[in-house]
């Protein structure tokens, strides 16, 4: 069974950093591409990033590009985001998805983990 | 960018009945690269359809997908108590700028 888990969440001042976290499991994570989507409270999905099976491509929305980098491990079966230089429009539900390739639809989501940005 | 609009924003019918949700892009949406997903509250999103009209793995055959370029719409044939939902259409996109865009969603409810 497909499994992924998100964590890192947490409260974060205006302008502080975090990095989440995706455990995958029950799949050969190495083969597929990964991705990071938000929901922030009581609003719709918004793609985040991107990113290949090999980190080859890695893409980024224009509303994170500059703050947030998107990384992998294949070896530890994670995903990672460092969200640097966080606002209070960061805040949201963040979910991890797993997609065959770098472009294509979300077969696969985690529950999420939330990040609150707040001072 | 290419944006999605769903309408409507809230479809109120009753189980059993026949739900129709549209999605319509901006722009053309080449090969048909359009997903819908469905979320239901305190839930991740769940991928319902791809390709604009290929049902995922599991998903019951009372939901189909349809359409092109720009106008695309998924139907629930028969409604079921846990079909009530909010529903989500995406686009990804395989030509620069590669970036996926979602739809504001419709909130199918009783």
């Known amino acids: 069974e497909v499994q992924l888990v998100e964590s890192g969440g947490g409260l974060v001042k205006p302008g502080g950093s975090l990095r989440l976290s995706c455990a995958a499991s029950?799949?050969?994570?190495?083969?597929?591409?990964m991705n990071w989507v938000r929901q922030a409270p009581g609003k719709g999905l918004e793609w985040v990033s991107s990113?290949?099976?090999?980190?080859?491509?890695?893409y980024y929305a224009d509303s994170v590009k500059g703050r947030f980098t998107i990384s992998r491990d294949n070896a530890k079966n994670s995903l990672y985001l460092q969200m640097n230089s966080l606002r209070a429009e960061d805040t949201a539900v963040y979910y991890c998805?797993?997609?065959?390739?770098?472009?294509?639809?979300?077969?696969?989501w985690g529950q999420g983990t939330l990040v609150t940005v707040s001072s | 960018e290419i944006v999605l609009t769903q309408s409507p924003g809230t479809l109120s019918l009753s189980p059993g009945e026949r739900a129709t949700l549209s999605c319509r892009a901006s722009?053309?949406?080449?090969?048909?690269?359009l997903a819908w997903y469905q979320q239901k509250p305190g839930q991740a999103p769940r991928l319902l359809i791809y390709?604009?009209?290929s049902r995922a793995t599991g998903i019951p055959d009372r939901f189909s997908g349809s359409g092109s370029g720009t106008d695309f719409t998924l139907t629930i044939s028969r409604l079921e108590p846990e079909d009530f939902a909010v529903y989500y259409c995406?686009?990804?996109?395989?030509?620069?700028?590669?970036?996926?865009?979602f739809g504001q969603g419709t909130k199918l409810e009783i």
């Open positions: 722009q053309s949406i080449s090969s048909s690269y």
């Open positions: 390709g604009a009209s």
């Open positions: 998805a797993r997609s065959w390739e770098v472009v294509d639809y979300f077969d696969s």
């Open positions: 990113i290949s099976s090999s980190s080859t491509y890695i």
């Open positions: 995406q686009q990804y996109g395989r030509s620069p700028p590669f970036m996926y865009t």
């Open positions: 029950g799949f050969t994570f190495s083969l597929y591409s």
